[in-house]
Every structure is written in C-alpha cells, then in structure tokens.
Nanobody, 118 residues
C-alpha cells in the first residue's frame, strides 16, 4: 500500500526555520520524482519544489532561495528545509510524488500544518 506521511510542522516564529520530513512506504523512493506542495488558507495549491528521478533533468530543488528539497533513498524519506520563514508561508504542506517532475503528481500525503507567527 502506497503511503506518504509528513511530519515536522508546527508553530514557527518569523525568520525561523523548520524541516519537514516525508516517509514513503509501499514503493521505492528512488523510482519516483518527489516534491512538496502547499495550500495557504483561502488559496489554491502551490507547487514548490521537485526532485526528479535519477536520469531525468527537470528538478527544481529550491524555491525563492528559502526552501530546499532533499532526499535519502536509503531511508525512503525526503525533506523540505524551510528557512527565513514569513507569515505568508503559513499553509498546509503536502509531500507528493510523480513518475517524473514533468508529470502530474499521482500521490499525496495527508499534509502537515506550518504556522508562522510571533
């Protein structure tokens, strides 16, 4: 059974950092592109980053110089490092996967809330 499970969200002060994790199960992470999408209150979903499968070159690993995706295939886990957070980054963050970055996401985690507030 395919599953993506996020963790690491919570309340963060403006200017702070947080690292989200996504543990994948039911498939081999190295066989897929992985990414992160967020949805802020009252807004649509926004794709942030994508780390492509080996051999494919459409990765977009950073977002506005503040967010960076990384993965550890041996642990079947990937991450979103978020730095210099702003209140506008308050959102539910979803880990996602696709065959390759050029394709639509085909599986989503349940989401984790990140709230940036003092």
């Amino acid at each position: 059974q395919v599953r993506l499970e996020e963790s690491g969200g919570g309340l963060v002060q403006p200017g702070g950092s947080v690292r989200l994790s996504c543990v994948a199960s039911g498939f081999n992470l190295e066989d897929y592109a992985v990414g992160w999408v967020r949805q802020a209150p009252g807004k649509g979903r926004e794709g942030l980053v994508c780390d492509d499968k080996a051999g494919f070159g459409s990765s977009k690993r950073t977002w506005r110089g503040r967010f960076t995706i990384s993965r550890d295939n041996a642990k079947n886990t990937y991450y979103l490092q978020m730095n210099n957070l702003e209140p506008e980054d308050t959102a539910v963050y979803f880990c996602v996967r696709a065959e390759i970055c050029a394709y639509d996401w085909d599986f989503w985690g349940q989401g984790t809330q990140v709230t940036v507030s003092s």
